[in-house]
């Protein structure tokens, strides 16, 4: 029983991260609304980001620069550039997501999935 | 160590609340300023754990350009979002979609047990290629930042392909937004008054 509590304890951080993921899955595609489906996405994004970062941290280490100290324990840095990429192609899928809900309203005039669905019915049946 | 652990427990119990305030709300600007507090307190977290090239970025980038980008994009489109429920939806909460989240939770809480203990060394993270990047990249890169180091040096291809990414990114937002043509509903009014 110890021993299943330290397996418990020894992952909170997981099990956090994996209630962040799920929170802004549900906003993902629960929430008709496209600026806060992004924001879902970014929500679960930086989830994931966590989750990374979390696997390269060692118990007593410190942050991958060298030091002078040669019994210093480096956390992992791999995770890290994995994740500065992951940020920044982030942001980048961000934007695009952005401009095309801008251009979407500026044809549609609306953001909301259910108009944009009524939209497309009414044209289909008007043709 | 206990002081790290609260720190990271309060950091992680914070993201949860402004998880869930982005999702209850529907004043748009709101979410999106909430969204960068989000990543502002993720930085914080990642400096706790030991990530601060990431903390770095991720307060510049995804708490201070994702924001101004969300805050641009709310200039053109309304700042509420409609209230809309899903067929089936009751209690406030849609329950198709919650169901899959939570299924999708379970799933992935079943795997965990297979993780290693958060932290330890031993983890085979920590024995494959890393410690080849902490003991000789000071001879062979000479740069006392490990991260730097491998980002440019060791896996400077991926960075050349996130650049590709980028520039591809940019290039759709400029095919997307400059020159706009007149829009369908300008159209439609025209047609109607004609």
Redesign the interface.
């Known amino acids: 029983m110890m021993s299943d509590m330290g397996q418990v304890f020894g992952h909170w951080n997981v099990y956090l991260v994996i209630f962040l993921m799920m929170l802004g899955f549900y906003t993902l595609i629960a929430r008709g609304n496209m600026v806060k489906k992004m924001v879902g996405l970014n929500v679960f994004q930086t989830s994931v980001f966590i989750l990374y970062i979390s696997m390269g941290k060692i118990d007593n280490s410190t942050a991958p620069i060298l030091t002078d100290n040669p019994l210093a324990i480096y956390a992992n840095p791999l995770p890290h550039v994995l994740i500065l990429t992951a940020i920044v192609v982030g942001v980048a899928t961000t934007a695009l997501g952005y401009a095309l809900i801008i251009r979407i309203y500026e044809n549609f005039g609306t953001i909301e999935d259910h108009e944009l669905v009524d939209f497309m019915e009414d044209e289909e049946n008007t043709l | ?1 206990i002081g790290d652990l609260l720190i ?2 309060g950091a ?2 914070l ?2 609340i402004f ?2 305030w ?2 209850r709300t529907r004043y ?1 600007v709101g ?2 300023v909430v ?1 960068g507090a ?2 502002l307190t ?1 930085a914080a ?2 400096v706790v ?6 903390a770095f ?2 307060a510049a ?2 708490a201070g ?2 924001t101004v ?2 805050l ?3 200039t ?3 700042h509420f ?2 209230p ?1 429920r ?1 067929k089936g939806a009751a209690l406030g ?2 329950w198709f ?2 169901l ?3 299924a ?2 379970l799933l ?2 079943l795997a ?2 297979d ?1 290693p ?5 031993d ?1 085979p ?2 024995n494959h ?2 410690p080849h ?2 003991n000789e990249s ?1 001879n062979e890169i000479g740069i ?4 730097t180091a ?2 440019a040096s060791y ?1 400077g291809y ?2 050349l392909g ?1 650049v590709i ?2 520039f591809t ?2 290039l ?2 400029l095919v ?2 400059v020159g ?1 043509t007149r ?3 300008d159209k439609q009014r025209k047609g109607r008054r004609q």
Not at chain 2, 144 to 147: D, G, K, L, R, S
């Open positions: 160590m990271n427990v992680v119990s993201l949860a998880a869930f982005i999702l748009l979410v999106v969204s989000f990543s993720a977290l990642f754990l030991d990530a601060v090239d990431v970025t991720e980038v995804g350009i994702a980008l969300g641009a994009t709310l053109f489109v309304p979002e409609k809309h899903f909460i849609s979609p919650a899959l989240a939570v999708t939770g992935l809480t965990v047990s993780l203990r958060f932290g330890s060394a983890a993270i920590h290629v890393a990047y902490i000071p006392p930042n490990i991260v491998i980002l896996r991926d960075t996130e990414v980028i990114a940019a759709a937002v997307l937004l706009r829009s369908r509903r």
